[in-house]
């Protein structure tokens, strides 16, 4: 799975692209507003600066403005002629719906997404919550579709009277670790009953059917999914699999709040996940890597040291 940076913190995309890791930055309007803040340059030179840090081969995500179908395909090929000469390394996001109310407008994030491919430039349709969301927007040629996971999860979490946020744990989800075990043992039951003769026995259906299993009796199983999508982490497995045949399109694990779902979602077969700096940051810590670094750097011997 690819790594990209979800940011447009001019600080934090120079430190994460000098890891050698990332392959890609995704930005949004509100990633753009934080970011800007930061920066004493125009709009333009810091849209520049972000497109000349990424460089060749790294895409930029730079999402439209404009909620209009043809309001999204003037920004896009505006935006693509002025900006792709830079380092020939610009994305143009585009909302699957931009309508807020859904009404007159829903319609245009497919009918821009369908035009602008038309004209070469490449797509990220976003704000993808559901894997037929994601469908829609391959169909019309997206070359990215980001379903985001961790928005899915603050919608479950909030149904559940749970607080949303990025400290999220998945076992915060159920009321104890007992339940988690029952869940478990029960999924592994159904997947004996329901799956066997099936190819596709992976993790994610064994986790999902368990869920249904446990919840099935309560009287309010219908707040344990989001009309049949248990997490965000779901939400991109269902995508990757509903996406399968579409040998062009990279589905982007986007709204990533914690390690843990960048491992969840690599394990999904998510091509890319985009993470914000913090989330990459908590990747490198552990107790027992940082004890095993302590006790590394105390047992150096002064010839061993003098070797280097
Ligand atoms: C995706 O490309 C978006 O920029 C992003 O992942 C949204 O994440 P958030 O839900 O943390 O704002």
Same mark, same amino acid.
């Given at each position: 799975?690819?790594?990209?940076?979800?940011?447009?913190?001019l600080?934090?995309?120079? +430190?994460a692209?000098?890891?050698?890791i990332?392959?890609? =930055?995704t930005?949004?309007p509100?990633?753009?507003k934080?970011?800007?803040k930061s920066?004493? $340059? $125009?709009m333009?030179?810091?849209?520049?600066?972000i497109?000349? =840090? %990424?460089?060749i081969?790294?895409? #930029?995500?730079l999402?439209?403005?404009?909620?209009?179908?043809?309001?999204?395909?003037?920004?896009a090929?505006?935006?693509?002629d002025?900006y792709n000469k830079?380092?020939?390394? #610009?994305?143009? +996001?585009?909302?699957?719906n931009?309508d807020?109310?859904?009404r007159?407008?829903k319609?245009?994030?497919?009918?821009?997404? @369908?035009k602008?491919q038309s004209?070469?430039?490449p797509?990220?349709?976003?704000?993808?919550?559901?894997?037929?969301?994601?469908?829609?927007?391959?169909?019309a040629?997206a070359?990215?579709?980001?379903?985001?996971a961790?928005?899915?999860?603050d919608f479950?979490r909030e149904?559940?009277g749970m607080?949303?946020?990025?400290?999220f744990m998945?076992s915060d989800y159920?009321p %104890?670790?007992? @339940?988690?075990k029952k869940l478990?043992?029960? $999924?592994?039951?159904a997947? +004996?009953?329901?799956l066997e003769?099936?190819?596709?026995?992976?993790?994610?259906?064994r986790?999902? =059917?368990?869920?249904e299993?446990?919840?099935k009796d309560?009287?309010?199983?219908?707040?344990?999914?989001d009309n049949?999508i248990y $997490?965000g982490?779901?939400?991109v497995a269902?995508?990757?699999?509903?996406?399968?045949?579409y040998?062009d399109v990279?589905?982007?694990?986007?709204? =990533?709040?914690?390690?843990?779902?960048?491992?969840?979602? %690599?394990l999904?077969?998510?091509h890319?996940?985009?993470?914000?700096?913090?989330v990459?940051?908590?990747i490198?810590?552990h107790?027992?890597?940082?004890e095993g670094?302590?006790?590394f750097k105390?047992?150096?011997?002064p010839?061993?040291e003098?070797?280097?």
């Open positions: 799975m690819e790594i990209y940076i979800d940011t447009a913190d600080k934090e995309i120079k +430190k692209k000098s890891w050698g990332v392959s890609g =930055i930005t949004n509100s990633l753009i934080k970011g800007y920066t004493s $340059s $125009s333009g030179k810091y849209i520049k600066e497109l000349e =840090i %990424a460089g081969n790294c895409p #930029v995500s999402e439209v403005t404009a909620t209009s179908e043809f309001g999204m395909i003037e920004q090929k505006d935006f693509h002025v830079i380092a020939k390394n #610009v994305v143009i +996001k585009i909302p699957i931009p807020p109310d859904n007159v407008a319609y245009d994030g497919l009918n821009a997404i @369908d602008i004209y070469e430039i797509v990220n349709a976003t704000l993808i919550m559901t894997p037929e969301q994601a469908l829609l927007a391959a169909e040629g070359k990215y579709v980001s379903p985001f961790g928005r899915i999860d479950l149904r559940l607080d949303a946020g990025r400290n998945k159920w %104890a670790d007992g @339940d988690l478990f043992k029960i $999924s592994e039951d997947t +004996k009953l329901t003769s099936d190819e596709k026995k992976n993790l994610n259906q986790f999902h =059917i368990g869920i299993n446990i919840v309560s009287p309010h199983k219908y707040r344990f999914h049949g $997490s982490v779901d939400l269902k995508t990757v699999d509903i996406l399968k045949d040998k990279k589905v982007i694990a986007a709204s =990533i709040r914690n390690p843990r779902q960048v491992r969840e979602v %690599a999904a077969g998510a890319i996940a985009t993470i914000p700096f913090k990459l940051d908590d490198f810590y107790k027992k890597t940082c670094a302590k006790k105390e047992d150096v011997v010839e061993y003098a070797l280097f």
